[in-house]
């Protein structure tokens, strides 16, 4: 898969999203309260559209549990059929803390000049091209990498856009750990000097492997890498760049930065420039095995 593949995706599910889109008004949704989410013991039915929707479509059965709230979104504990499942539910734009995502999306090609105009004005329909484009960017992200070999949480919805659009704003992604242990990240985990060590071989290869696809992730620190059975799996990918991205350079060195000063804590002492040279040595070598993505 190339990126030129991905922002062929990302466009047509962008599109497909403008076409669904409403025309009336609506109160920004920022973070769900996880009653509302969860279904009623008489009616089976949860008060949240978004929720009824992807148990309407077979995705889920019921949310358990809310995880974690971030800037951007909230990570919900489900169950499916399946087994467990993590619904990230985005935020409305207008309802979000993050709102720079300019510096990430440059240097990608947007086909439709009349949504190009509208994201970049960031009109109603454009903030909802943008919502739907932000959703459609992490499930193409996480089909891309998992297809690699890449240590990622494996997407449950897709890989066709078709598909992964009809459940925005949410990404539906197998659950690492277990309901009543969810994976920790990095940053919260409590780490032995030897697990500290391991761990952070496993995050400079992480970061490695997606320079070798040709990927700043742009935010890459112990707060976006989970700690399970010994294993460090890398989250959180919307903000996925390549290097068509004029900013690449910079992400990419403040990727190593970022990785660098947040594994102090765990007695790592690695500078930013050395973490990025020994990224840059491993991604010139062999990547992981690609997974056989079933039909």
């Given at each position: 898969?190339?990126?030129?593949?991905?922002?062929?995706?990302?466009?047509?599910?962008?599109?497909?999203?403008?076409?669904?889109?409403?025309?009336?008004?609506?109160?920004?949704?920022?973070?769900?309260?996880?009653?509302?989410?969860?279904?009623?013991?008489?009616?089976?039915?949860?008060?949240?559209?978004?929720?009824r929707r992807l148990m309407a479509l077979?995705?889920?059965?019921?949310?358990?549990?809310?995880?974690?709230?971030?800037?951007?979104?909230?990570?919900?504990?489900?169950?499916?059929?399946?087994?467990?499942?993590?619904?990230?539910?985005?935020?409305?734009?207008?309802?979000?803390?993050?709102?720079?995502?300019?510096?990430?999306?440059?240097?990608?090609?947007?086909?439709?000049?009349?949504?190009?105009?509208?994201?970049?004005?960031?009109?109603?329909?454009?903030?909802?091209?943008?919502?739907?484009?932000?959703?459609?960017?992490?499930?193409?992200?996480?089909?891309?990498?998992?297809?690699?070999?890449?240590?990622?949480?494996?997407?449950?919805?897709?890989?066709?856009?078709?598909e992964y659009s009809a459940t925005t704003?949410?990404?539906?992604?197998?659950?690492?750990?277990?309901?009543?242990?969810?994976?920790?990240?990095?940053?919260?985990?409590?780490?032995?000097?030897?697990?500290?060590?391991?761990?952070?071989?496993?995050?400079?290869?992480?970061?490695?492997?997606?320079?070798?696809?040709?990927?700043?992730?742009?935010?890459?620190?112990?707060?976006?890498?989970?700690?399970?059975?010994?294993?460090?799996?890398?989250?959180?990918?919307?903000?996925?760049?390549?290097?068509?991205?004029?900013?690449?350079?910079?992400?990419?060195?403040?990727?190593?930065?970022?990785?660098?000063?947040?594994?102090?804590?765990?007695?790592?002492?690695?500078?930013?420039?050395?973490?990025?040279?020994?990224?840059?040595?491993?991604?010139?070598?062999?990547?992981?095995?690609?997974?056989?993505?079933?039909?």
């Open positions: 898969m190339s990126a030129r593949w991905l922002e062929d995706e990302l466009n047509g599910a962008g599109i497909q999203a403008e076409r669904r889109t409403k025309h009336k008004a609506k109160k920004p949704l920022g973070r769900r309260r996880l009653e509302t989410l969860t279904a009623d013991a008489e009616t089976g039915e949860a008060g949240d559209d978004i929720i077979g995705h889920i059965t019921e949310v358990v549990a809310e995880l974690k709230s971030g800037k951007e979104a909230t990570a919900y504990v489900a169950r499916g059929p399946h087994g467990s499942v993590l619904v990230k539910l985005y935020r409305d734009l207008e309802a979000r803390s993050f709102k720079r995502d300019g510096v990430y999306r440059e240097g990608q090609v947007i086909l439709d000049q009349r949504a190009a105009r509208a994201m970049a004005s960031r009109s109603r329909k454009g903030l909802e091209m943008l919502q739907a484009g932000w959703v459609s960017a992490e499930y193409a992200h996480l089909w891309h990498l998992w297809s690699a070999g890449l240590q990622v949480p494996e997407p449950l919805v897709g890989p066709s856009p078709f704003p949410a990404v539906l992604m197998r659950l690492i750990g277990t309901e009543d242990q969810p994976a920790p990240r990095l940053s919260d985990a409590p780490l032995t000097p030897e697990e500290a060590r391991n761990a952070w071989k496993q995050s400079v290869q992480g970061m490695a492997d997606l320079l070798r696809l040709g990927y700043a992730h742009g935010d890459y620190s112990t707060y976006n890498l989970l700690w399970w059975e010994n294993t460090v799996t890398i989250i959180d990918f919307p903000q996925l760049t390549t290097r068509q991205n004029p900013n690449f350079t910079e992400l990419l060195r403040r990727d190593a930065q970022s990785l660098a000063t947040s594994f102090r804590k765990h007695g790592i002492q690695a500078d930013g420039e050395t973490t990025l040279r020994e990224v840059q040595r491993r991604a010139a070598g062999q990547g992981p095995a690609p997974r056989v993505v079933l039909p």
